[in-house]
Each structure stands twice: as structure tokens, then as C-alpha cells.
């Protein structure tokens, strides 16, 4: 499966914004769903910044050109934090692909769009995504209280 799939730089796949946005609100409701603090048009358009800036998305694609996964590079997380930067974040594999190594293949591609950017070190802040980033050969770095829980702060030497 992962020999038919092909990931891009976001703004190349422009006609993925609207099944992504979907497949957004119904992963994070309470952020992007009605009445949340979260406008995903907005956000996922800004994934598709021009080359060389941050915010920078990758998209994975079917072979039949389905938007099935993507993640972002954005230049911060939370204030505490603001000296870090870029930060790995916005990833999403579609549910029947988890576990599939697609995620791996993301975090990679937002690796080489980190050292294409000119960056030495990628930082993500996850609760869910633990073994995966280990797994990649991304460090632990620091903790913190984030939305009430206590979330940790990896690292990524490019």
C-alpha cells in the first residue's frame, strides 16, 4: 500500500483543502467543529504558503490522488516555548491507514522540508504520538501543561 502513496508539498495539491477540512472537524471537533476556537480553511490555506516560509504542509496521496494523510511544519507551538521553532504539528493519517508506517513517511518528508528551509533542529509537543517520534530518532526534550494536561516536547536534530 505504502509503494502507491505519494506525498507532496501542500500548496501543489490545492484540491485537497476541502476532504481534508472534513476529515479535520471530525478528528478535532471541539477545535475546528462548531463553536471551536479552530478555522481549518484558514489553516490548512496557510500550509500552502509559498516556498521558503513557514507555515509549510506535506500531503500524502492515494494512487488515485485522495488526500490521506498530511502534517505541517509551523514557526511556533505556545508562547513558553516561542525560542523553538519550526514545530511539527497538523498531522493526520486517514483512520484505516494508521499504523501502516504512513505517519513515518510524513514525519519525514516534513524533515526534508525542515533542511530545505534551512533548519537544523524540527520540534513537535504530543500526547498520542509518542513511539512513532521515537521510533524516527526524535528525542525528548522537555514537558509541559498544555490544554490542562501534561504533554511532552520532542526534538528532531536535522
Not at 21 to 34: D, I, L, Q, S, V
Not at 128 to 141: P, Q, S
Request: charge should be neutral.
Amino acid at each position: 500500500m505504502l509503494a502507491e502513496i505519494s506525498i507532496y508539498r501542500f500548496r501543489q495539491h490545492l484540491q485537497a483543502v476541502a476532504p481534508l477540512a472534513a476529515a479535520f472537524e471530525r478528528e478535532w471537533p471541539r477545535w475546528y467543529g462548531p463553536g471551536g476556537e479552530g478555522n481549518v480553511a484558514a489553516d490548512l490555506a496557510a500550509y500552502a504558503n509559498s516556498e521558503g516560509a513557514l507555515p509549510a504542509g506535506v500531503v500524502a496521496l492515494s494512487a488515485d490522488g485522495d488526500p490521506i494523510g498530511t502534517s505541517a511544519l509551523k514557526a511556533a507551538f505556545t508562547p513558553g516555548f516561542a525560542h523553538l521553532t519550526p514545530w511539527a504539528s497538523a498531522g493526520w493519517v486517514r483512520p484505516d491507514l494508521r499504523r501502516s508506517g504512513l505517519g513515518a513517511l510524513l514525519l519525514r518528508a516534513l524533515e526534508a522540508e525542515g533542511r530545505r528551509l534551512g533548519y537544523s533542529n524540527l520540534y513537535c509537543a504530543t500526547t498520542t504520538a509518542v513511539t512513532l517520534l521515537e521510533r524516527e530518532g526524535w528525542t525528548a526534550h522537555a514537558q509541559t501543561v498544555h490544554d490542562g494536561g501534561l504533554i511532552g516536547i520532542f526534538r528532531r536534530k536535522l
